[in-house]
């Protein structure tokens, strides 16, 4: 199983932003599809977003369309999402994971049981 790291989370105002990243340990995400996931506490892990491998296709989840963007820096070997206009129901751990397909998040979002590769996970608070 390979590591990834998430940064970025923190304490953030009702309409703030934030802007998480998520970096490999060790080992390139050329290949890897990404997703973004978000786990509150007392309720099940939800997918947010993700991303294909070649960054032509992105998927949201309803509750984060128009306020969310994901995108890739293959350059800087980094995968990235834009949250914008957050609500204090957005609080949560939000996770990285990557799987090497070419095929993931063709359109839709990719269940979290299909990635085998996690990070340990980043805090966002929204609150006033």
């Known amino acids: 199983q390979l590591q990834l790291v998430e940064s970025g989370g923190g304490l953030v105002q009702p309409g703030g932003s934030l802007r998480l990243s998520c970096a490999p340990s060790?080992?390139?995400?050329?290949?890897?599809?990404i997703g973004w996931f978000r786990q509150a506490p007392g309720k099940e892990r939800e997918a947010v977003s993700c991303?294909?491998?070649?960054?032509?296709?992105?998927a949201y989840a309803d509750s984060v369309k128009g306020r969310f963007t994901i995108s890739r820096d293959n350059a800087k070997n980094t995968v990235y999402l834009q949250m914008n206009s957050l609500k204090p129901e957005d609080t949560a751990v939000y996770y990285c994971?990557?799987?090497?397909?070419?095929?993931?998040?063709?359109?839709?979002?990719?269940?979290?049981?299909?990635?085998?590769?996690w990070g340990q996970g980043t805090q966002v608070t929204v609150s006033s």
């Open positions: 994971a990557a799987e090497r397909s070419y095929y993931y998040c063709s359109g839709n979002l990719v269940p979290f049981e299909l990635y085998e590769n």
């Open positions: 060790g080992f390139t995400l050329d290949g890897y599809a």
């Open positions: 991303i294909s491998s070649s960054a032509d296709n992105a």
